[in-house]
């Protein structure tokens, strides 16, 4: 289905901390600012009837009108939230934006103007570090996955991609009509540390990359990566506390290792970016930290250690019994 000349946009957001207060209302202003201005903004909060009173009040102070603000009192979960704002979307591409998360002044206009042609089905962008204290970013940016930040993704023009990343991505409203909505069961869930031990035993990948391969598979058409679609996203000092990456490690490798046998059971290409980032931190991050330790070695040493931890907690959940169970 081809879009109208100028499409309205819905923007979902979910909300679930009072911690996180301060970066929505920088979302809010952010969005606000936008060059394009047929959009709508729709920020589902979860639980805290706080939270949903302080983000109404700078709605009003900063005089945003086209903002729907709808409380979720019942189970959270990003893709609940996520789910419930797609219901209430009337635009005709839906946009999503983490609540830590600021859009570059075009981020509409460039998303909107990304689907050039109906086999468009899907658009992401980057994600790009925002510090919250500069001193920590000497970290990796191979591993800036950990953080929700794409900048890993070395890539400066428009491709077809395996799947959108939900801190920076759109899709036509024909995409959840024809595919259904986000799935609740799987992904992370806990608020404080990215997922609940309890709940990593069954979880087959994250939400957003089983729906981005379910529309893609109903749909027939593609999701792209347009460099130019651009959000900072706050990179926060609790991602890198070393308990926070061994799990959040040892979850991706066991998702990954699910992955093969979801969709796509015979494309033995579907784990191509995880092994080419892996041939890269192999092949040239390894290198430059070893070449590092004689300039700065106590940075070195940061590097060494922490991409050891992700590589074996990686491993240890790729190759664990829950990642090869078919539950």
Known sequence: M???SNPLVSVVITSYTL???N???KLLDGLKSQTYKNFEILIVVESSKQLFDNIGSYIHKIGLTNTNLIFNGGE????ISRNTGIK????EIIAFIDDDAIPFPDWVEMMVGSYSNDNIIGVTGPAL?????ENDAWF????HWILSCTSWFECNEVVNIRHAWFENASFKREAFDIAGYLDTTIGPHDNAVGFKQTEIQNVPIAEDLEISLRIKEKTGKNIIYNPGVKVWHKADKKRLKIDYIKKWSYWTGMSKRKLKGLHVQTDK???APEQQLLKRILTRLFPDILKSFFIHPVIAWRKLKVTTTVLFYVCVGYYSPQAHSKS
Request: zero cysteines.
């Open 129 to 133: 570090p925002l510090w919250e204290d």
């Open 269 to 271: 290409s579907i784990l």
């Open 19 to 21: 911690e996180r207060l």
């Open 76 to 79: 959270g979960g990003a893709s």
């Open 88 to 91: 209430e979307a009337k635009g």
């Open 23 to 25: 970066d929505t209302f």
């Open 140 to 143: 990796p940016k191979e591993l």
């Open 2 to 4: 081809n879009l109208t």
